[in-house]
């Protein structure tokens, strides 16, 4: 049996409080941020391409400065380039999780952390106010500063998401994790508010305002977080012991360590003693390499599952606001506000389906069914009329079945990959299986967004919303064996109690 400090949500401490809203609060402010760069797309479209704006404001802005300033000749080039810049983004931003990743699990997770957050807010600024203060328009600079941004932020949701693996423990974890992973979501609605309510000032101080939060919020974190119980000699969570329905479980959901080594550990009342202190240094756990780790049962299917899911997901968190805008005729900042509902929606599904995936102790039968709604989802807010509450209720239920098996893949399933018992008690893979995970999204989410504006340009929106019900029906495909073998084994265990009874 486990100690009592080892034991349930009950005896969580004010440290496990500090290192969820610590790390959920670095993941809100670094997508604050980058929610301001989709937030303003209509004003750097039309900066970008002042002849438009030059008939209106002959006397203010002589044709001279107007072609200097000018990087495109119409709107469409302008939209099709920040089409390329999501995609560019997305690119760095896949790669560096994949090294960011085994850099976690070998370094001092708060360094890495915060360099990212610290880091990425810098480029930021230099993107979106420096380069307006200075007037300097050029498309090799925006590419290459979005290109290293990206790099930047990949440090930051490996490291989280291990750390809070090292808190928090299998117990509880869907439900945990799900409402973590709001982060995102209340990142973006944040990000919204601030880009909307000085954008009437000019689309470099929502630039500004986000860039020196997040700088802000990368030092606090510097100071303030532990990155694991260790370091205040509590019990790891991943020293827990397993529920006994989930030991008797040999589907691929079984992260932690079995009772027996456990056992070996001797997690003593939530510290540990003065000879695990003095344990060799050649039985710490190693790290895993990269290779190892995507050979891991259900890395790979995840993966990819999440290459389709997070395509779709950033998608809405790209092109939301500017589809909104360009379809319907409203206000930008009337379509930032009004976008949020899509994150909200997220937020509420996430935390949902964690806690029906812990009650079920199965993650991907619950994912099915949600992505299955998804697509008949999408297919109504394709239709959806020019009213504004209609349409915040099609995306809010949108947001519920994307957003919510978009945040279990990306955290709580991520942190049961990285626990699993193939691992043997390695503690030094979340960040790697994390990086990885999100990583191959963010591969398929880059290649999309370029498509998205492509198939926009030339075909319209609705086309749009077909390729998006594609690549969720591609989410459930990859994940179909999973969905079988889990599902076959709830059928099992059904049998098994009525058969009791």
Not at 51 to 62: D, G, H, T
Not at 408 to 424: F, N, P, Y
């Amino acid at each position: 049996m486990p100690s009592i400090c080892c034991g349930c949500q009950s005896q969580y401490t004010y440290h496990h409080l500090l290192a969820f809203l610590l790390t959920f609060c670095s993941y809100v402010l670094l997508h604050a941020s980058r929610k301001t760069f989709s937030n303003v797309k209509v004003s750097i479209s039309a900066q970008w391409t002042p002849s438009v704006q030059n008939e209106s404001l002959p006397a203010f802005s002589p044709s001279q400065t107007w072609e200097e300033n000018r990087l495109f000749a119409n709107e469409e080039e302008a939209t099709l380039f920040l089409g390329a810049l999501d995609t560019i983004f997305l690119f760095s931003y896949a790669i560096g999780l994949y090294i960011s990743g085994v850099i976690g699990d070998r370094m001092n997770l708060r360094y890495v952390l915060c360099f990212g957050l610290c880091g990425s807010a810098t480029v930021e600024f230099v993107f979106g106010t420096l380069t307006e203060w200075l007037h300097l328009y050029n498309v090799y600079l925006y590419c290459g500063l979005w290109v290293l941004n990206g790099l930047l932020q990949s440090a930051v949701w490996p490291c989280v998401v291990a750390v809070m693996g090292n808190w928090f423990g299998k117990s509880g974890r869907g439900f945990v994790f799900g409402l973590w992973s709001a982060c995102a979501s209340v990142g973006n609605i944040l990000g919204a508010f601030l880009a909307s309510s000085v954008l009437k000032y000019g689309y470099e101080y929502a630039f500004l305002v986000t860039s020196v939060v997040q700088f802000a919020g990368g030092v606090v974190v510097f100071f303030g977080l532990l990155t694991s119980p260790k370091e205040v000699g509590l019990c790891l969570e991943s020293e827990r012991a397993l529920g006994p329905e989930l030991e008797r479980d040999s589907g691929s959901q079984r992260p932690l360590m079995s009772d027996e080594e456990e056992d070996d550990e001797g997690c003593d009342g939530g510290y540990y003693s003065v000879e695990q202190q003095q344990a060799p240094q050649e039985e710490l756990p190693q790290p895993i390499n990269f290779f190892q780790a995507f050979l891991l049962p259900g890395v790979l299917p995840y993966s990819l599952a999440y290459a389709c899911l997070k395509l779709v997901n950033y998608s809405f968190f790209f092109w939301l606001p500017f589809y909104l805008s360009s379809n319907y005729g409203w206000k930008e900042a009337q379509a930032d506000r009004l976008s949020i509902w899509y994150d909200v929606g997220g937020i509420v599904g996430g935390t949902v389906q964690g806690l029906v995936s812990d009650f079920l102790g199965k993650r991907a039968p619950v994912l099915a069914v949600s992505l299955l709604l998804a697509m008949g989802a999408l297919v109504g807010y394709s239709h959806s009329p020019a009213d504004q509450v209609v349409n915040a209720a099609l995306l809010a239920t949108t947001g519920f079945f994307i957003g919510g098996p978009s945040n279990m893949i990306s955290s709580a399933i991520s942190a049961d990959l990285g626990r699993q018992d193939a691992l043997r008690g390695s503690q030094e893979a979340l960040a790697t299986i994390t990086g990885i995970v999100d990583g191959t999204g963010s591969i398929g989410a880059a290649g999309g967004q370029y498509l998205v504006s492509l198939i926009e340009s030339r075909l319209g929106w609705m086309y749009v919303f077909y390729f998006f019900i594609v690549m969720t029906g591609g989410s459930i495909l990859f994940i179909a064996p999973l969905i079988y073998k889990e599902t076959r084994s709830m059928w099992r265990d059904m049998r098994g109690i009525s058969q009791q009874l």
